[in-house]
């Protein structure tokens, strides 16, 4: 091996070591080296050597700790450094882009939402520009200070992960790392936003100590993700569901699957997304439930008044949705051996009767789920700290310590 070869595996091992060091002193409130040196099998010198580089450079901090129980110095452990480095999250969605400037750890210091429409679609990339110009005259960037910005989109990005591609149920193209480039020094990592829900729930939610969960997310398109034994199946791609063909559940079905195919003549009746998504769902709500309403969000906010209301018309929509959903839940855990299903729906307003609906059809196809089962997502569909979760793990593999530590 060349001189030159070895020394580039040495520096990728030790940014990939640093990765790792950060990731745990991360994972505790407060570590000690010789804690650190135990978790990670490195020697305690390498440790101090790594450590000290991720201190200079502001990732990890010392702190001392006065133990009570003994007399003596203060012990000395090490914690996550959040308050120098900053990231960027960007979570462009069908009706708004949310800015966010985020300490290291994920939490907004200051976030503000602009609001889009189809009509801005052709040239998404520069109104995107538009409202990151605005962002920076309410709340300046420091430039020396930003470590990456992750751009999240909650609908559809392309295979070389450089272009939107939908958002919605609306096709674009909309080059925005390449916009991006012309304003950031830094580097731009896009991603779509169901892959970070996924990446972000396997590593730090809830859901962490299990090994085998489904992941379903139901609104533009439903979107699935499956965790078997531990890891996670098509990392990079959903598992497309959208396709499957369902019953017809009574005359709402035959209603939608009507509807569909004059919007949509190619769409094949009783597709499952045609049951279940937006365009679905804004039909039967302005069906049954007459309204001025513009926007879907809105809409649904509306239904699920109305379900807590035990307006007849509107429970009759949640049967629809639930006779569709545990059809579809009674498949996927007839294939995958899941032991908990996490569920992220528009409807989640009125969980308590859409999950108490769902375990009793489920129990009709002779599936038990408890309420343990069946849980939500603690974190916020939208929260920046999902965004985040790109750049924590360019931290974690080394990628985005790179520029900042000197090797």
């Known amino acids: 091996m060349s001189k030159d070869k070895g020394d580039v595996m040495m520096s990728e091992n030790r940014l990939q070591h640093l990765g790792?060091?950060?990731?745990?002193?991360?994972?505790?409130?407060?570590?000690?080296?010789?804690?650190?040196?135990k978790l990670s099998g490195f020697a305690p010198a390498s440790i101090t050597n790594l450590t000290k580089?991720?201190?200079?450079?502001?990732?990890?901090?010392?702190?001392?700790?006065?133990?009570?129980?003994?007399?003596?110095?203060?012990?000395?452990?090490?914690?996550?450094s959040p308050f120098y480095?900053?990231?960027?999250?960007?979570?462009?969605?069908?009706?708004?882009?949310?800015?966010?400037?985020?300490?290291?750890?994920g939490t907004a210091i200051y976030s503000q939402n602009y609001t889009v429409s189809a009509e801005d679609y052709p040239a998404l990339d520069e109104k995107i520009?538009?409202?990151?110009?605005?962002?920076?005259?309410?709340r300046p960037l420091v430039d020396a200070r930003l470590l990456a910005v992750s751009v999240s989109v909650i609908g559809r990005i392309n295979a070389k992960k450089t272009d939107i591609v939908q958002l919605g149920n609306s096709a674009l193209q909309c080059a925005i790392v390449n916009a991006l480039k012309g304003q950031f020094t830094q580097p731009i990592l896009l991603n779509e936003h169901f892959q970070l829900w996924l990446l972000t729930e396997s590593k730090l939610g809830r859901l962490i100590s299990h090994q085998n969960v489904l992941f379903l997310q139901h609104g533009d398109t439903l979107r699935l993700g499956v965790m078997v034994n531990g890891s996670l199946l098509h990392k990079n791609v959903d598992m497309n569901i959208n396709h499957l063909l369902t019953p017809s559940f009574g005359p709402m079905s035959d209603e939608?699957?009507?509807?569909?195919?004059?919007?949509?003549?190619?769409?094949?009746?009783?597709?499952?997304?045609?049951?279940?998504?937006?365009?679905?769902?804004?039909?039967?709500?302005?069906?049954?439930?007459?309204?001025?309403?513009?926007?879907?969000?809105?809409?649904?906010?509306?239904?699920?008044q109305q379900i807590e209301q035990a307006n007849p018309a509107a429970l009759a929509i949640l049967e629809h949705v639930t006779s569709h959903l545990a059809h579809l839940l009674?498949?996927?855990?007839?294939?995958?051996?899941?032991?908990?299903?996490?569920?992220?729906?528009?409807?989640?307003?009125?969980?308590?009767?859409?999950?108490?609906?769902?375990?009793e059809k489920l129990a009709d196809y002779g599936i038990t789920l408890s309420p343990l089962n069946l849980v939500t997502s603690l974190l916020e569909w939208d929260s920046p700290f999902i965004a985040c979760s790109a750049i924590k793990q360019g931290i974690y593999e080394g990628n985005l310590i790179k520029d900042r530590i000197s090797l």
């Not at 133990?67 to 003596?72: F, I, L, S």
């Not at 804004?282 to 879907?296: E, K």
């Open 53 to 80: 580089s991720l201190i200079d450079q502001q990732f990890i901090l010392e702190r001392t700790v006065q133990n009570h129980t003994t007399r003596g110095r203060p012990a000395v452990g090490l914690a996550i």
């Open 20 to 37: 790792k060091i950060y990731h745990l002193v991360e994972q505790f409130e407060l570590i000690s080296r010789t804690d650190l040196a």
């Open 330 to 359: 009674m498949n996927l855990l007839s294939i995958f051996s899941s032991e908990k299903i996490m569920l992220n729906s528009p409807l989640l307003p009125v969980k308590d009767m859409l999950f108490k609906q769902l375990t």
């Open 129 to 138: 520009l538009s409202f990151l110009q605005n962002f920076e005259q309410k």
């Open 256 to 304: 939608v699957a009507a509807n569909m195919q004059k919007t949509h003549p190619q769409a094949q009746r009783y597709q499952i997304a045609d049951q279940l998504t937006f365009p679905a769902l804004a039909f039967l709500i302005d069906r049954y439930l007459p309204n001025t309403l513009t926007q879907i969000e809105e809409k649904i906010a509306f239904l699920c």
């Open 85 to 105: 480095w900053q990231l960027l999250s960007i979570i462009v969605s069908p009706n708004k882009v949310e800015i966010s400037l985020c300490e290291l750890n």
